[in-house]
């Protein structure tokens, strides 16, 4: 079993930052991708971005340029760094690990940009 917790949602202003932290706790040799999607209201759950074991990183055509993944090994923590933030961003955005397995998902985290 893996599990997700998520920080670091809030409410931001139009053109602004946040950062949303994932730390990944348990079995988490069997991890091999983590990331993010996210849900807006009346909407499909739309992949984010997303990062391998390798380091390979895969972005939303609808973020690229204004956010950016990483992930700390030691901390078993992955970031999503959004920055000039948009109305259209406001979503609950959720955590997942993909394993061999299965996925796993955070509780989510609710990110509301404000024009």
């Known amino acids: 079993q893996v599990q997700l917790v998520e920080s670091g949602g809030g409410l931001v202003q139009a053109g602004g930052s946040l950062r949303l932290s994932c730390a990944a706790s348990g079995s988490i040799f069997s991890i091999t991708a983590m990331g993010w999607y996210r849900q807006a209201p009346g909407k499909q759950r739309e992949l984010v971005a997303v990062?391998?074991?390798?380091?390979?990183?895969n972005y939303a055509d609808s973020v690229k340029g204004r956010c950016t993944i990483s992930r700390d090994n030691a901390k078993n923590t992955v970031y999503l760094q959004m920055n000039s933030l948009k109305p259209e961003d406001t979503a609950v955005y959720y955590c997942?690990?993909?394993?061999?397995?299965?996925?796993?998902w955070g509780q989510g985290t609710q990110v509301t940009v404000s024009s």
């Open positions: 990062i391998t074991n390798g380091g390979r990183t």
């Open positions: 997942f690990a993909h394993s061999l397995s299965r996925e796993y």
